[in-house]
């Protein structure tokens, strides 16, 4: 059974930063996706960033490509998000995901707040 789980998201003023992690369990593939997607207040999810285990691959949305950093450390079955230069706009619920879509399973969610 795969489980991906959030740690505590926050709230952060502008041009600060943020990490965010997630502990993924229970995938049997040799290799998957794992990527954060996020939803802001009143607008549509969107996928932040993805890595692809097998191999390192990464894919950054171009919101966010010079100011995030996804990571994975296989042998702690964990993915992180570093956020660096956060904007108001950066402000939504981050989702961890996983699969071959890279979107087969999500955590629960876990809320950022970029205020001042």
């Known amino acids: 059974q795969v489980q991906l789980v959030e740690s505590e998201g926050g709230s952060v003023q502008p041009g600060g930063s943020l990490r965010l992690s997630c502990k993924a369990s229970g995938f049997t593939y040799s290799a998957y996706c794992l990527a954060w997607f996020r939803q802001a207040p009143g607008k549509e999810r969107e996928a932040v960033a993805s890595i692809w285990t097998g191999n390192g691959n990464t894919y950054y949305s171009e919101s966010v490509k010079g100011r995030f950093t996804i990571d994975h450390d296989n042998a702690k079955n964990m993915l992180y998000l570093e956020m660096n230069s956060l904007k108001s706009e950066d402000t939504a619920m981050y989702y961890c995901?996983?699969?071959?879509?890279?979107?087969?399973?999500w955590g629960k969610g876990t809320l950022v707040i970029i205020s001042s």
């Open positions: 995901t996983g699969g071959e879509t890279c979107k087969d399973y």
